[in-house]
């Protein structure tokens, strides 16, 4: 008996894995807000991130850059997944620093917005992935602290971090923490990746774990350690996804398929109050 339970049990796990190695099959596609940039005055997104979502079974719906927290509320009712995307440095004010000399070029209209996006969305339980930029962003929403610049910050460290290579191009090795929940996901220990950062996580946030690091002991990779549907990476793994490597897709699968979870619950409770609306009516006659 206990044999057939542990058999069951790993072939649900296989299941489960099988489940994150494969584009999202479902009928309706999940929504995925893709935050965006504003260079030149255009809300504008890399196609990388789109392609991403586009690969892994979703359907991008770009959320432009403003301050206007209603109409950001707005558009994450409609959406199923909140995709965060990379950019230039934080103001260390969020996380009650003053500027180092080394920080890099802050803005503060993004600053504003993605924090707003992060806050609305996970009083939604919306399932969010952050990419560097957005990976450290979640970590300073929830509390957390940054190294405002690894060089000059983290003197112990041997690896370059700020590639000159393109982002298809891995060129440092991650090691994902055994047991979490991104390593699972990616389904083996270590992973060359790219890496475009001067900026990374230092005081984990309340309620986070680090899931991968670096050789040279830079964090490069957050997840909620209460179940909470929030994962961050510090490199850029939508390169490879689109660029056709199906190990850095899985990311993006994994995103898919809880954004799926997140839309089908929605439409249950949708379901749930139509039905609760059709009996108030009828009690009113
Ligand atoms: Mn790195």
């Not at 542990?6 to 929504?31: E, K």
């Not at 504003?38 to 403003?66: C, D, E, F, Q, W």
């Not at 990616?186 to 984990?204: C, P, R, W, Y």
Request: hydrophobic share 40%; charged share 20%.
């Amino acid at each position: 008996m206990k044999k057939l339970i542990l058999i069951a049990v790993a072939v649900m796990n296989a299941l489960l894995l099988m489940g994150q190695n494969a584009p999202l099959q479902s009928d309706v596609r999940p929504l995925i807000g893709v935050s965006c940039s504003h260079p030149g005055n255009n809300s504008s997104t890399r196609m990388t991130y789109t392609n991403s979502v586009i690969k892994a079974g979703g359907t991008p719906v770009l959320i432009p850059v403003t301050t206007d927290s209603v109409v950001l509320k707005d558009i994450l009712d409609r959406v199923d997944g909140l995709l965060l995307i990379g950019g230039g440095d934080i103001h260390p004010s969020y996380y009650g620093e003053e500027a180092v000399p080394e920080l890099g070029e802050v803005d503060s209209l993004r600053d504003v917005y993605d924090i707003a996006l992060i806050q609305m969305a996970h009083d939604m339980k919306m399932p969010m992935f952050g990419v560097c930029r957005g990976e450290q962003l979640i970590n300073v929403a929830f509390g957390g602290t940054l190294y405002q610049d690894i060089p000059s910050q983290h003197p112990d460290t041997t690896i370059r971090h700020r590639q000159k290579e393109p982002g298809i191009e891995a060129t440092h090795c991650v090691g994902f923490v055994e047991g979490s929940i991104l390593g699972d996901v990616i389904g083996q220990k270590e992973l060359m990746t790219n890496s475009f950062h001067h900026q990374a996580v230092k005081d984990i946030a309340p309620g986070f774990r680090i899931s991968a690091w670096s050789l040279d002991s830079i964090p490069e990779a957050i997840e909620s350690a209460e179940g909470k549907p929030i994962w961050g990476v510090q490199f850029h793994p939508e390169y490879q996804t689109d660029n056709g490597d199906e190990v850095s897709a899985r990311f993006f699968y994994f995103f898919l398929e809880e954004a799926n979870k997140y839309r089908l619950q929605k439409v249950r409770k949708q379901v749930i109050n139509k039905f609760q609306g059709i009996g108030r009516k009828v009690q009113l006659k």
